[in-house]
């Protein structure tokens, strides 16, 4: 299976400061059909996780533009231009090139 | 507006069996690959299962494989996720989401204990 690691686990940020979580993969994301289905994900407390960014880089519909993914291979990066109060939460990798499908740990964002 | 609601959780013991339900509204579901993801309290996020529109790809997790089975009935736009020999590391928040993640359920709670 591929083993998805995030860092850092736990990111206390100050509201309006930046803030960036690396998801690097055990093996690499690209697909046969030459995408890399390197998803991302936030969950808020007590809510479901809601998708921010898909296949890297592409911001789902809603999503603020402080939001914004790069990455590629096996090393993914999310950052956050300027961290909001609504913010806060879990934010969690996922691979969807590879069965089964995996996420990583999870990263736990905090207003500091 | 894209709807996933599921039910069917509960309370149930060991070694019992439980069936989830994840109903769709909003899109096309039959043309839509659908998976089921669990969360363990306090815990990550776990994929489970995927069944493909048609129905014809489905693959499992290991932890699940043999107990768990994903189904599909795109007549009534409805996801199912039988559950058997549950143990007590499956009590967790159900979630089903459509395809790439783009849209899930409120999640259900299943409590397996004695």
Redesign the interface.
Known sequence: ?VVMTQSPLSLPVTLGQPASISCRSSQSLVASDGNT?L?W?Q?RPGQ????LI?RVSNR?SGVPDRFSGSGSGTDFTLKISRVEAEDVG?Y?C?Q?TL????????TKLEIK | EVQLVESGGGLVQPGGSLRLACAASGFTFSSAGMNWVRQAPGKGLEWLSYVSSGASNIIYADSVKGRFTISRDNAKNSLYLQMNSLRAEDTAVYYCARGGGDSWGQGTLVTVSS
């Open positions: 299976d289905y998803h994900f969950q479901s996780p809601r998708r898909y789902d879990v969690y996922m969807g069965w089964p499908r995996t996420f990583g740990q999870g």
